[in-house]
């Protein structure tokens, strides 16, 4: 009895939006403007879509023009986050060129009368025998791409794709070299004005009374603006906007606010919020083995600010009852249908247009500073209002990444096997977007004359990745296991995404027990690893990562060496990181190690800075970040408060790729932070013999580890 094999399913973001023409058009100058949903958040992507693009067009990468996502044109890809770009939007596009290359050179095979099959393309001309040509662009008037994609046609195998897979200069780079307007901060549109909102420190705490009269002697002063709880200025120029706001905040009474949690005791603070308690997976493989002894050990955590260079900013303009954003929010669908919500409008009244910003690494204020500018431009007579956050209101009012608590529980026999393992965590969700809820998400929406309440934060369901749990589940051969999410239904300090979610705080925890209980088996960590893997992929690119360090080199005083190991959400793209540190004085990470596998590496290059922009981003968060608090405030309002990983601190990064073109292509931005954040942790013990569990690792919680050690 034979079967058939299934039938061929779109991409999954053509299935939501299958027109061929809303992903891409051939233009009058010869070029190809491709329009993906997805968007530019420094991760490369619009280098690697043209590459593909271009590769399953047969045209040259300079006749690619990559379209800035808008809800105008664009198709809706929901939200650019979660490593998932090339997944999703990559996929659907070869898909799209596929067909539209099957339909030109239809059209062009019924021309000449010559099979398509005798038909090749060069840089966009398409010859066959006789001398005949022609091309995408004589053609374009004939070929309708006004269709919806179909499964049928089949994109190139690896082995003849000569663009995808190869390192190409990156098509965003040169404007940010040269200084060429290319950054939201950037914009300037014609009549454009200033706007500044006001804001308390006290967290949670609200507009009484607000002295307007001073203000509106300030020159330059546009318009003062109040909606209920929400207060702002608008003026002709940045400087008048901050005087004058400087002037507004003098003239403002607030109420109390609400008390912050204790920072030095964040465990005991989450462990004791009501939580929605989730059992993540269960496993019990033949019968229970008896332990003789169980490890419990916890893990934290801290809040984690977002922290880009530049503080986030956006322009609004109204005309009539329509307005137009221009935002670096990473879903400008999503923030669509947030303002809709709030302003009460229909949501083909709003456009919504993408413009590059700096690195946001998640849900940072992006979306928020957009609905204040709408909020504000409704005072200004059509004319468009920039509004750009300060530093202290970036570090004070975003949302922040979730601190973590993580207690594990590791069952061991007589040799020190592990024959149980139980993994808790205690967090606030970790995502809290725009977008996805009957209620806006977003930060104004609180203060308004019509607030609607402030959401607390979910986290997405374990088919998504999850949010606290991600990572939780353990990829190795353990017999059983029980792994249990604990969100709270609290959340005095305002929590959403950061750059892999609950991922890192799971591998930190996961890695250190780990290393750990080798130590107790005097067994190499690494051997350790490898014995209870079965995954190939997961084994060589741990072997790979540890034969371009030279593990284990002799032993140093002063260094040490440590391993960390994940997959992504335990669906994405394999890393492993061997980190070397210096632990004479301070904590000094002199160099990470690092072997990613992610399938079809589209651009290697691009593959690389992902894995080191991850790497020296999370290691500035296991030496340094940590987001700082009294009773009633946050305190780490600047980078003296908040201080990141320097120029003159970042380790050398050294990568290896393991490229598999036969295998579909996954994401490399959220691959590193957990193995590095390990890594370095178990440096640190392999260094001092004293295991930090607390991050971050800073000398004083160094020192308290030493005092707790038996």
């Not at 308390?200 to 002697?217: F, H, Q, Y």
């Not at 990829?475 to 305002?494: C, E, G, K, N, Q």
């Not at 990470?589 to 790497?615: F, H, M, S, Y």
């Not at 393991?658 to 370095?680: C, F, M, N």
Request: net charge negative; glycine share 8%.
């Amino acid at each position: 009895m034979s079967t058939s094999s299934p039938a061929p399913k779109l991409p999954v973001s053509l299935v939501a939006n299958p027109k061929l023409s809303s992903w891409l058009r051939f233009t009058d100058d010869g070029r190809v403007a491709i329009s993906p949903g997805k968007v530019e958040i420094g991760q490369g992507i619009v280098t690697a879509l043209a590459q593909i693009a271009a590769d399953e067009l047969d045209v040259e990468i300079a006749r690619i023009e990559m379209i800035r996502a808008s809800t105008a044109t664009s198709p809706n890809e929901g939200v650019t986050s979660g490593s998932l770009s090339i997944q999703q939007s990559g996929r659907a596009l070869r898909q799209v060129c596929a067909e539209v290359r099957q339909r030109f050179l239809a059209v062009a095979s019924e021309r000449f009368g010559i099979d398509a099959s005798r038909l090749d393309i060069d840089d966009g001309t398409i010859s066959g025998p006789g001398n005949v040509r022609t091309s995408y662009w004589e053609l374009m008037g004939e070929v309708s791409l006004d269709h919806d994609a179909t499964a049928g046609p089949t994109a190139k195998g690896a082995a003849r794709r000569t663009i995808a897979g190869h390192s190409v200069q990156r098509v965003d780079i040169p404007d940010k070299v040269f200084a060429r307007p290319r950054f939201i901060h950037d914009l300037a549109l014609p009549g454009m004005v200033h706007g500044r909102v006001l804001r308390p420190d006290l967290s949670g705490a609200g507009l009484i009374t607000l002295d307007e009269k001073a203000v509106r002697v300030v020159p330059g002063l546009v318009a003062i603006v109040r909606d209920g709880g929400f207060a702002g200025v608008v003026a002709d120029s940045e400087i008048a906007a901050e005087a004058a706001l400087k002037v507004l905040s003098k003239g403002a009474t607030w109420s109390a606010g609400e008390p912050l949690p204790d920072e030095d005791d964040l465990a005991g603070f989450l462990k004791s919020q009501p939580v929605e308690t989730t059992i993540i997976d269960t496993r019990m493989a033949g019968p229970a083995r008896n332990p003789t002894q169980t490890l419990l050990r916890q893990y934290t955590r801290p809040y984690i600010a977002h922290a880009s260079i530049a503080p986030s900013c956006a322009v609004a303009q109204w005309n009539g009852d329509r307005v137009h954003v221009w935002t670096h929010s990473q879903g400008v669908y999503l923030l669509r249908t947030d303002l809709a919500i709030v302003l009460t409008l229909p949501e083909d009244h709003i456009v919504v247009e993408h413009i590059e910003g700096a690195g946001c690494y998640g849900h940072n204020a992006a979306d928020d500073v957009a609905l204040d500018a709408v909020l504000l431009a409704k005072a200004a007579s059509g004319r468009p209002v920039r509004v750009q956050w300060s530093r202290h209101d970036e570090m004070s009012h975003a949302p922040f990444g979730a601190a973590m608590a993580v207690e594990i529980e590791a069952d061991l026999d007589a040799d020190h096997e592990i024959v149980g393992w139980r993994h808790a965590i205690w967090s606030n969700g970790h995502a809290a977007r725009p977008g996805r809820a009957a209620q806006p998400a977003l930060l104004a929406a609180s203060e308004i004359a019509n607030p609607y309440p402030r959401m607390i934060s979910t986290n997405p369901p374990a088919a998504n990745g999850g949010g606290g749990d991600r990572n939780s589940i353990p990829l190795y051969d353990f017999p059983a296991w029980t792994i249990t999410s604990h969100r709270l239904l609290t959340m005095p300090v305002r929590t959403s995404a950061l750059r892999t979610l609950g991922g890192q705080g799971n591998v930190f925890a996961i890695e250190s027990l780990l290393d750990e209980i080798a130590a107790l088996r005097g067994e190499d960590p690494i051997a350790f690893r490898l014995r209870h893997l079965r995954d190939e992929r997961a084994r060589d690119v741990i072997s790979a990562a540890a034969r371009r360090a030279g593990w284990r080199p002799q032993k140093q005083p002063g260094i040490g060496h440590g391993v960390g190991f994940a997959r992504y959400k335990n669906t994405g793209a394999y890393c492993a990181a061997i980190a070397e540190i210096e632990g004479t004085d301070d904590i000094r990470v002199k160099r990470l190690t690092l072997a990613v596998d992610v399938g079809e590496a589209i651009n290697p290059d691009g593959v690389t800075n992902q894995i080191e922009g991850g790497a020296i981003q999370a290691t500035s968060w296991v030496l340094k970040e940590r987001v700082r608090f009294d009773r009633s405030r946050i305190t780490s309002t600047s980078w003296t408060d908040y201080p990141i990983l320097t120029f003159s601190e970042v380790p050398a990064v050294d990568v290896e790729i393991i490229q598999r073109p036969e295998i579909e292509p996954v994401g490399a931005g959220e691959a590193a932070h957990g193995p590095v954040t390990a890594a370095i942790a178990n440096a640190v013990y392999d260094c001092l013999g004293v295991r930090v569990r607390d991050l971050p690792i800073t000398r004083d919680r160094i020192i308290a580890a030493m005092e707790r050690a038996p």
